[in-house]
């Protein structure tokens, strides 16, 4: 679990972040601006890529991306699945 | 009562006489915009009003009446010209949507020098092509985005001066690099405004279009005729108004209707420096008891999205006017506006290059759903055949939407690109790019465009430009970029991609791909699918066959491929 949620913070700190940013588990991404929702579907391919998921696009709202561990929430319920 | 009244009466008097003669303006005076809306406020007895509510990430809460805007124009107009920037220097400004982008607005213009106002979360390239085009002498920035600026400034011989708003002594400042902070300058209570002109140029935006690299279309400060009528009758504000437009200045609605037209009325504004989310949209109207909206389609549609109950858990009895711009409104979402705000939005239909609202559903008339409304008076828009590019004289067929050249803010030119302006005009008329129909009533009903240009979310992207982008990719041998059509968005961005020897389609390469153009160009422009093939349609000639791929993701009929290569 918290493999994953650094996982997560570490490519979002390297992919969207300007330098000398840093992110925790609870920053929100979304609603601060850090990721915008075009952004959002790059951030989605990732976490499909990497964890072998599919996400419905239902399911891949601005809320529910909006920290680390909102989106590691998210990605729970669909490995192993 | 709204400010504009019965349609017909405003079309059969109508002058511009109108808007000048209220902005105490007469032919041959100074003109100038960063001056009418601060330093005249004050002087109609409005210094201590509120100009500005401000939010930021994180809570950050600021207020700025209009004499605190008057005297933040004149201290960074001052600055600058200290550093030696002279009238008709651009001056370009590169910021987040935080305070010192909307005051240095006003101050670069009382100075007389060109603002060019670029999207903060552009890339390096996209940032670059457009400081060359326009040669910038100096770029107003953030620390956030310094690294951007870092660089290319080697590689733009005239940007001379790279301000930055926040520095913290702890970083070093490089080459070129001067900090600036409004809050530790000596305010500057007054100013010698610079005496521009009515034809003296103002602003310079950048916009895209299917070839070629992306052109500054040049506003002057007569534009204000323009937009301070407009603002007033079509977004109807009123003395005790609380608006918020949710556009960046990035693009002309955060100018054109974010700064120029709510301050030259003396209206007090809201800004929200955040990201999108719908509780926190619903929130800062609760808060603020916003009155009048001025957003965008796919805002609208975020928001029909996140659910009806949102909407219940705010108090948003403080709306009194909807109006939206960027992109056509679907008649869904205005149906689904009046449901929850029992009130319509209006969609407003215009373009960087006519800086002004051309086409819109007046406060008071009836709102056909679907419809962009009627041209604003003074506005003489029709369609054109696209062959002959005579006026079509039928009701509901399909044609160019042209206007008249000679309102106040029509642009003067692109920038440094004569050639390309002299295409705009056909037969003595402005050629939109955009199809329409117009029917009985004389209501205008979108079709699409009439190039290949993507419009994403309200803005303009160029398959060109994501294309040239696409070759530096290592792996890219061609591409091609069409519009997708987006639930959201209307439509994204899809690159069509051969690969290079050496290298296999994997959705790893798909995402590196994608990362790639968003870092290199803006998250606008960032393809959101990638579709890899073996070979990309083309002519016998070698010219790749766009229109087929827009036809295969349109599912429309693919028309005469008569030209296209065989195997």
């Given at each position: 679990m918290e493999d994953i949620k650094e996982l997560v913070r570490s490519y979002i700190v390297k992919e969207y972040l300007e330098e000398d940013e840093e992110i925790t588990f609870d920053t929100p991404l979304i609603s601060s601006g850090y990721v915008d929702s075009f952004s959002m579907v790059s951030l989605l391919v990732f976490l499909e890529n990497k964890f072998k998921i599919k996400i419905?696009?239902?399911?891949?709202?601005?809320?529910?991306f909006d920290s680390v561990n909102k989106i590691v929430e998210l990605v729970n319920q669909y490995i192993n699945k | 009562m709204s400010n504009f009244g019965l349609y017909e009466e405003r079309i059969r008097d109508f002058k511009w006489s109108i808007a000048e003669k209220e902005l105490e303006y007469s032919n041959?005076?100074?003109?100038?915009?960063?001056?009418?809306?601060?330093?005249?406020?004050?002087?109609?007895?409005?210094?201590?009003?509120?100009?500005?509510?401000?939010?930021?990430?994180?809570?950050?809460?600021?207020?700025?009446?209009?004499?605190?805007?008057?005297?933040?124009?004149?201290?960074?107009?001052?600055?600058?010209?200290?550093?030696?920037?002279?009238?008709?220097?651009?001056?370009?400004?590169?910021?987040?949507?935080?305070?010192?982008?909307?005051?240095?607005?006003?101050?670069?213009?009382?100075?007389?020098?060109?603002?060019?106002?670029?999207?903060?979360?552009?890339?390096?390239?996209?940032?670059f092509v457009r400081l060359e085009n326009a040669q910038t002498r100096a770029i107003i920035t953030q620390s956030r985005h310094l690294s951007k600026v870092r660089m290319i400034r080697d590689r733009l011989p005239h940007l001379e001066f790279i301000i930055v708003v926040d520095h913290v002594v702890t970083k070093k400042?490089?080459?070129?690099?001067?900090?600036?902070?409004?809050?530790?300058?000596?305010?500057?209570?007054?100013?010698?405004?610079?005496?521009?002109?009515?034809?003296?140029?103002?602003?310079?935006?950048?916009?895209?279009?299917?070839?070629?690299?992306?052109?500054?279309?040049?506003?002057?400060?007569?534009?204000?005729?323009s937009q301070y009528l407009t603002t007033k009758w079509v977004l109807d504000l009123q003395?005790?108004?609380?608006?918020?437009?949710?556009?960046?200045?990035?693009?002309?609605?955060?100018?054109?209707?974010?700064?120029?037209?709510?301050?030259?009325?003396?209206?007090?504004?809201?800004?929200?420096?955040?990201?999108?989310?719908?509780?926190?949209?619903?929130?800062?109207?609760?808060?603020?008891?916003?009155?009048?909206?001025?957003?965008?389609?796919?805002?609208?549609?975020?928001?029909?999205?996140?659910?009806?109950?949102?909407?219940?858990?705010?108090?948003?009895?403080?709306?009194?006017?909807?109006?939206?711009?960027?992109?056509?409104l679907n008649s869904e979402a205005v149906l689904w506006s009046i449901k929850m705000f029992d009130k319509p939005f209006h969609d407003t239909f215009w373009q960087t290059e006519t800086g002004c609202i051309m086409i819109t559903n007046?406060?008071?008339?009836?709102?056909?759903?679907?419809?962009?409304g009627k041209t604003f008076p003074g506005?003489?828009?029709?369609?054109?055949?696209?062959?002959?590019?005579?006026?079509?004289?039928?009701?509901?067929?399909?044609?160019?939407?042209?206007?008249?050249?000679?309102?106040?803010?029509m642009m003067r030119s692109y920038w440094n690109n004569e050639e390309k302006y002299r295409e705009k005009f056909k037969n003595g008329w402005y050629l939109s790019g955009d199809r329409s129909s117009i029917d009985a009533e004389g209501y205008f009903w979108f079709i699409g465009r009439d190039d290949d240009v993507i419009n994403t979310g309200g803005h303009l992207v160029s398959p060109f430009e994501v294309e040239s982008a696409l070759l530096e990719h290592p792996a890219v041998a061609e591409s091609a970029v069409v519009a997708k059509p987006d639930e959201i968005n209307m439509e994204v961005v899809k690159a069509f991609i051969t690969l290079k020897p050496g290298f296999n389609a994997n959705p790893d390469l798909e995402l590196e791909i994608m990362n790639f153009i968003r870092k290199k160009l803006s998250p606008l422009a960032m393809p959101q699918a990638v579709e890899f093939m073996d070979k990309l349609p083309k002519t016998r000639s070698g010219k790749i066959m766009r229109r087929l791929l827009h036809a295969k993701e349109w599912g429309e009929e693919i028309g005469d491929i008569s030209t296209l290569e065989n195997d």
């Open positions: 419905p696009p239902s399911k891949a709202t601005p809320e529910a | 041959g005076n100074i003109l100038n915009i960063g001056w009418y809306c601060s330093d005249r406020i004050c002087l109609k007895g409005k210094a201590e009003k509120i100009a500005l509510y401000y939010e930021g990430f994180g809570g950050i809460k600021k207020t700025f009446t209009f004499n605190d805007i008057r005297i933040a124009g004149n201290t960074i107009g001052s600055f600058l010209r200290n550093l030696g920037i002279k009238d008709e220097d651009r001056v370009c400004l590169f910021m987040d949507r935080i305070p010192e982008l909307y005051l240095s607005f006003l101050g670069v213009l009382k100075i007389g020098a060109i603002v060019q106002p670029l999207f903060s979360a552009f890339g390096e390239e996209s940032l400042l490089e080459n070129k690099e001067i900090a600036f902070s409004l809050s530790d300058s000596p305010p500057v209570g007054n100013l010698e405004i610079f005496p521009t002109k009515a034809e003296s140029p103002s602003v310079l935006h950048y916009t895209s279009g299917t070839t070629g690299q992306p052109k500054g279309v040049k506003h002057v400060h007569y534009s204000l005729i003395e005790n108004d609380i608006y918020w437009c949710t556009a960046d200045p990035g693009w002309v609605t955060g100018t054109s209707y974010g700064i120029i037209g709510p301050w030259s009325l003396g209206i007090t504004q809201c800004v929200l420096d955040a990201g999108f989310s719908a509780h926190a949209w619903y929130r800062f109207i609760d808060d603020y008891q916003i009155t009048v909206w001025y957003s965008a389609p796919t805002a609208i549609r975020s928001l029909m999205k996140a659910g009806d109950e949102v909407v219940a858990q705010y108090n948003l009895k403080s709306i009194r006017h909807l109006a939206s711009v960027g992109e056509p007046f406060p008071g008339m009836k709102v056909k759903p679907g419809s962009m506005i003489t828009g029709t369609l054109l055949d696209p062959v002959t590019y005579e006026p079509i004289k039928e009701t509901g067929k399909v044609g160019l939407i042209a206007f008249q050249p000679g309102w106040p803010s």
